[in-house]
């Protein structure tokens, strides 16, 4: 199991990649710890990295890819991993997936964790912090009148909102995301590894959802399918990025959502659709040829044209 989950800024991402590190015992893989961690460690990369942000400058690529393959090389990570926070952008998935398959570990599965763009923006803009504990609250979901204050400290003292939560920042981080890492859906769709769930609502219920949908056979079809997709590369690809990069609205998120939903039934659903399509087909051939007056019969070449080139779009479809 080597898994990306991506997702918007207060999609849960966290709370869920945690869990899942709990179900399937497979350790996170997140780069803001690496770093820490490397720079913390003294090992070459991290002073390199120290170096950087010392600078005031972001950390590249390839120290961060750097960091995470001498992390695949521990023991604890021999039967898969969930990567946390990379890739952001195309060129990191890119160069990802370079490393992975040179290492013979691509990736098994990404799922994306599909929020409105209006509930992500309530979600980290309600995100209220405890300055003693730590804590992180939301005043969405706390009683209604309850004080902003943090019940697990004595004293009770009030919470605040951390800079980088207010409304302003939430949605230039969220501006962000959608610019860079979105089309990272497309990317990973068009090698039919993506899965989407809809990560709104009960926490337990999506932990429930994105393990069914890791477990599932499906995954293993979208791992055979990946396989077809990069013999057949350059169409697939073409087609889905202006979807990807259209996604800028809430409406828009949302018909993504539904085409994701769609896609997935659409792969269940094609071979069923394809043995239907075979028998209407050889059922609209026989009834023109048994009944249809003169004019009908010479449209039938037509419909036949038609028939053969719905039939060749199918297996696009499959993707
Ligand atoms: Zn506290």
Known sequence: MRIVLLGAPGSGKGT????LVQRFGIPQISTGDLLRSAVARGTPLGIKARAVMEAGKLVDDATVLGMIEERLAEPDVARGFILDGFPRNIAQAEALDRMLTALGKPLTAVVQMDVPYAELTRRIAGRRSCQNCGRVYNIYSMPVGAALVCPNCPGNPPLFQRPDDNEATVVERLKVYEAQT???????????????????????????????VLSSPAGEKARSVAGATKRAKSRPAAKKKPGAKAGKSARSKVAGKAKAKAKTKAKTKAKAKTKAK??????????????????????????RRAAARKKKKAPARKK
């Open 278 to 303: 075979t028998k209407a087909k050889a059922k609209a051939k026989s009834r023109a040829r048994n009944t249809a007056p003169k004019s009908a019969r010479k449209a039938a070449p037509v419909t």
């Open 182 to 212: 979105r089309p990272l859906v497309g990317y990973y769709g068009g090698q039919g590894l993506l899965q989407s769930i809809d990560a709104q609502g009960d926490v337990d219920a999506i932990t429930a959802l994105l393990v069914g």
């Open 16 to 19: 869920q990649s945690q869990r």
